[in-house]
């Protein structure tokens, strides 16, 4: 169950509920739990990942495209996750530009689901490194962390989540504020991003085989027209290889699989990292 929030608390409102996903809770459950069910319960579900991930790449377009890529992502937490509560979200700028890496002076990100509390304690850290900002800003209308806090919502209680938008940085520096909170026994990290954009589906198929070759091989120069979470992403490749992590590919399509024409497509792809 969720926490009450305190009065006083300063609330991220959802700024795509209606548009991306159903603004109804009842239907949003429905709709979360059916794309979870659908994975679990599908001939070519992904493999069981054996050991627990401790980052998931997620897409983050609206659920009638990349919410079955999504679901089978966060399926392979559904028997493991309960020791994951504080889950650090990351994402790309998609509305404002920024300099550096921003987190939500919120208290709290609230969902038709209801409200998800920021960790507050991970929040004060970053801010005391002095190099990532406190900015709403960013947060406002950014969709692709708020995307992914309806599936986490439906698979855990109690959970906390540290938002991190990306704008311009290195992977040097995401992956050293990623090494600041990150804590391997209740820390699951989600790094949202969607594959190649507004290709044909035939070319999209091939510029999303070449990332994802470069995404299974902890690339660390990958390129907007590659992914468009790319910055955020190549930092968490990043601390992954540091880890020396081992990588997984759970799923990838396109919007031509899914609810799209084959014209113009996205790409979306779902992978979970854990400690080799």
């Known amino acids: 169950m969720m926490r009450p929030t305190r009065p006083n608390a300063s609330i991220r409102e959802p700024a795509v509920a209606g548009y991306f996903y159903p603004a109804d809770p009842s239907e949003l459950r429905d709709t979360v739990d059916s794309l979870l069910a659908a994975v679990v319960d ?3 579900s992904p493999d069981t990942v054996s050991d627990q991930p ?4 997620v897409p983050h377009a609206g659920y009638i495209y990349s919410g079955g890529v999504a679901a089978a992502a966060y399926a392979v937490l559904k028997k493991d996750a309960p020791s994951q509560r504080k889950i650090i979200v990351i994402g790309p700028s998609h509305r404002v530009y920024l300099r550096g890496i921003a987190i939500s002076q919120a208290d709290v990100f609230r969902t038709p689901l209801g409200d998800v509390p920021l960790d507050a304690q991970r929040k004060r850290k970053l801010v005391r490194r002095g190099d990532v900002i406190l900015s709403d800003a960013p947060h406002a209308l950014e969709h692709s962390l708020e995307v992914q806090l309806p599936f986490l919502q439906r698979l855990l209680d109690g959970l906390e989540i540290l938002p991190l938008v990306v704008g311009e940085a290195s992977p040097d520096h995401i992956a050293s504020v990623l090494s600041e909170v990150f804590d391997e026994q209740e820390t699951l990290i989600i790094a949202s991003s969607d594959l190649s954009h507004y290709l044909s589906y035939a070319d999209a198929q091939r510029k999303d085989a070449r990332t994802n070759a470069r995404i299974l091989a902890f690339a660390d120069d990958l390129a907007g027209e590659d992914a468009c979470g790319a910055v ?3 930092g ?5 290889k540091r880890r020396r992590a081992s990588i997984k590919e759970l799923a990838r399509l396109n919007s031509g699989d899914t609810a799209g024409d084959h014209s113009r497509v996205v790409g979306y792809g779902a992978y979970a990292i854990h400690d080799a």
Do not use: C, W
């Not at 401790?54 to 790449?57: S, V, Y």
């Open 232 to 234: 955020a992403l190549n």
């Open 54 to 57: 401790h980052t998931l790449i």
């Open 236 to 240: 968490v490749l990043t601390f992954a």
């Open 42 to 44: 599908a001939p070519t």
